[in-house]
């Protein structure tokens, strides 16, 4: 292993009731492989390990351009930090460098400067607690506040149609798309559950589909509701890939045959978002929509928790948010004055 390959030393800074190992200095590649190592023993999911993977590269590339001097894990400061922090809320340009999917503007979104902080957070508190640091950098550093947390808004009426109508359903690649989008915004699935989903996990005569242990974001299983019309296209649009591709688990494929990714989608319909005019759109405004309308339509906010998968109902909360023309809309529905004045 890597930390025998040079003479690790150690510093006892001894108290009263402690005492503390620091062990040898590390590079960000050996440290995030010890920390990569610690969460797969939590049991935490290969997905969410990508994740890790991501933000750190992110943060490495960051360190490399402004901070060239940061080589070791324990050169990480809090002035470092919080410069990171400023550079992603005021310079970074979103999914820079991604193809297609650059964003003009500068600036990421607070959520997802949140999200890396967390991750960083993480790993600062396994690097100190296992002795590779001797002081932790993300110790003061607090998530950022955001004035807009409440506002996660979903697509409109007209949006979901035109969106609906953009795929060409003459092709394989566009009716998948469609039917992809009526199930997001039918079940309210995330979108890597959605485009993992297996034709077993269909139940046919309870009307319902399986999210699986290993899919779920919370790791639990659950089944989900699913119309008979959503239901029927998921079958047709599994045996018209079976007769492409051959029998396959997966009922979202992509044009060479493999499992569609996520990230395939989400181009495809940010997209079919511009040729309809829409300045927004990404999967997950699909699972924001059915969570309004699902409450709009006159379902409860503790059945809606459950089909979702939120742990914390605040969350669920937050999901459903209305705007002026909803807001007018239920008003003029069930004002009390409605009784007395037909």
Sequence with gaps: MFINERKAYQEHTATPNNTRTIH???TFDEALDLFVKAKEAEGVRTRTVKDYLKHIEWFKRYLSDFHPQCIYIDNLTPTIIRDYVRYMKNERRPYEGVEKRERDRKGLSINTINIRLRTLKSMCNIWHADGYIESNPMKGIKQLRNPHEDEINGFSDEEVRALL???????????????????????????NEAVTL???????????????SEIAKNGKPREVPISREVLKALTELYSESA??????DYIFLSAYGEPLSADTFRRRLWNYAKD??????????????????????GGDIFTLQRIVDHADISTTRRYIQMDDHHVRGQHNRYSPLRKFIR
């Design 198 to 212: 297996q034709i077993d996990a269909l139940d046919t005569k309870r009307r319902t589909l399986r999210v699986k």
């Design 24 to 26: 040898a200095k590390l």
């Design 165 to 191: 109508r953009a795929p060409s359903e003459r092709q394989y690649a566009g009716w998948r798309d469609k039917v992809l989008m009526l199930l997001l915004l039918d079940t309210g699935l995330r979108i």
């Design 243 to 248: 007769s492409y591709f051959g029998e396959t």
């Design 276 to 297: 309809c005019g829409i300045k927004q759109a990404t999967p997950h405004m699909f699972r924001h929509t059915f969570c309004r309308d699902y409450i709009l339509n």
